[in-house]
């Protein structure tokens, strides 16, 4: 049981991890280091009344299995606009 509660912090309470694994954006699934295929592509944030760059991006993970079945255009538009019709509503 301590064991799960360990973790890599300093003393100010950051995650100093060596690794943190990633997961797909789309599917979930964890993204292993050695997947050379996954990309991760940060999508800028607009204000919506004037259209400008807020300096903020939203990160989309996709693992090299998605992209390997010809599925990562559809799998990054399908997220980027999941993405902005939850920013269209808040």
């Given at each position: 049981?301590?064991?799960?509660?360990?973790?890599?912090?300093n003393?100010?309470?950051?995650?100093?991890?060596?690794y943190?694994?990633?997961?797909?954006s789309?599917?979930?699934?964890?993204?292993?280091?050695?997947?050379?295929?996954?990309?991760?592509?940060?999508v800028?944030?607009?204000d919506?009344?004037?259209?400008?760059?807020?300096?903020?991006?939203?990160?989309?993970?996709?693992?090299?299995?998605?992209?390997?079945?010809s599925?990562?255009?559809?799998?990054?538009?399908?997220?980027?606009?999941?993405?902005?019709?939850?920013?269209?509503?808040?």
């Amino acid at each position: 049981d301590t064991l799960n509660n360990l973790t890599m912090q300093n003393e100010s309470g950051q995650n100093v991890d060596l690794y943190v694994p990633r997961k797909c954006s789309y599917t979930n699934r964890l993204i292993p280091a050695k997947d050379h295929g996954a990309v991760q592509i940060n999508v800028a944030n607009i204000d919506p009344s004037t259209g400008l760059y807020t300096g903020e991006a939203t990160p989309f993970a996709l693992t090299g299995y998605i992209r390997n079945k010809s599925e990562g255009d559809m799998a990054f538009t399908t997220l980027v606009q999941e993405s902005d019709a939850k920013a269209m509503s808040s």
